[in-house]
């Protein structure tokens, strides 16, 4: 005999050859030989050593529990005292009757929305992690939701969850702001079988969702396609000399070309531009060359207008001075000066005569 002490909110299980036999509720009690006592705390859950159908064959125990089943295809929330305590997955479980006031909300997988009624803070708990699945469109996004690989609806921004179940869940997004797109290193021969390489840029945005998701496959890369074959159509038709003329063209030509193929895919091409164009070593040193000569040639005639300016100049001075003795010596005096002041001393050898003759250069 064995005397045993059952605190208040507690329970014991008396067991005899691990078959349970009896319910001890708050007191003192004796076991008798061959029999084991197993405590359980009424304010924790329950965890039974034995089945729980076993344990609801002695009557003292059911009228302590209240059990709850759940099927395969089912979860089961439980709130102890309205606060959320656990979730349950398939199987049978028995709860403390008294102490702690518990509910229960049952889901059905087979449903893979979540109801209404199920707390959106509840969803967010860590426990339920495991059985939920989260997609998130950002506030410039739009998305197509496809169920088991049909389309269903388009999605704004948000966050969406569902319960992980068989069906197939699919949130397809896209960017609906304006996107650039670089077309990097053409390699293209023009009309007259020059090679040039071509970094081209693009702008575009998303209008057709359903076009661009559904109807398309990775249409960013079909549109580059489209794109790169448009630029080698039209730099194709073009000589060396008039793709660099005309430059500025080749974007209003993308525009016209690709636009439709574009709205096929569900895009609008915004705007386009030829970034840069690399030419081959051999060519560029020959438009260097080119250049110098062009440079060369505008110089020289630049040179030829100068010294046909400088000469009509001095013809028509000529003309003024043998018309007028005075302006044709004050035109004397004038580079006499200019002489004078490039003299620092003069010296002077022989006889007068010379001082005579400067008499007369600078005296009439």
Known sequence: MKRVMINTNSVGLVYRKNEMKRVLTAGNHWLGFGETMISHDMAKSFYASTEIDVLLLNKDFEALVTTVEVADNELMLVYQNKNFKQVLTAGKYAFWKGLNKYSFVTVNLEDYEIASDIDKNTIEKPQLAAYIRVFKVENYEKALLLIDGNFEKVIAPGIYIFWKNRTVIQVL???????????IGQE???KDKAQLRI???????VTDLIKALLENKEFDKQ???SIQLGLREIVGKMTFDELMENKDKISESILRICADKAGNLGVKLVDCGVKDIVLPGEIKEIMNQVLI??????ANLITRREETASTRSLLNTAKLMEDNAMLYKLKEMEYVEKIAEKINTISLSGSGQIVDQLKQIFVK
């Open 173 to 183: 997004k896209t960017d609906m702001r304006q996107l650039s797109m670089e077309i």
């Open 223 to 225: 549109l580059y396609v």
């Open 199 to 205: 970094n081209f840029s693009m702008q575009y945005k």
């Open 293 to 298: 000569a062009e440079k060369r040639a505008q």
């Open 188 to 190: 293209i021969l023009t």
